[in-house]
């Protein structure tokens, strides 16, 4: 199991110079396309982040482990208390 960040930081607000924007395309295409790439599941849930702000947290299984990642996203994290990992 890899648990990464789902975008590598906040959205990028209106208006940011062009290049700035390709910078931030390129770092997310550059943690989202891992699990693709792979042919391996992949989870994102979102948790709160800095100031309560949400961000997506991503999990990513090995080869034909699916259900299993489902199932143990789902026995971890629930609707109502998104962010909130139970033990």
Do not use: H, N, Y
Request: overall charge positive; aromatic content about 4%.
């Amino acid at each position: 199991m890899l648990a990464i960040p789902t975008v590598p930081g906040p959205a990028p607000r209106i208006g940011l110079p062009d290049d700035e924007v390709e910078r931030t395309r390129t770092k997310t295409m550059q943690l989202s396309c891992i699990a693709g790439l792979g042919g391996l599941p992949q989870v994102t849930i979102p948790i709160d982040g800095p100031g309560g702000s949400p961000v997506g947290l991503s999990f990513i299984a090995g080869p034909q482990r699916d259900k299993r990642l489902l199932r143990w996203v789902s026995d971890r994290f629930s609707r109502r208390d998104q962010g909130q990992a139970t033990t």
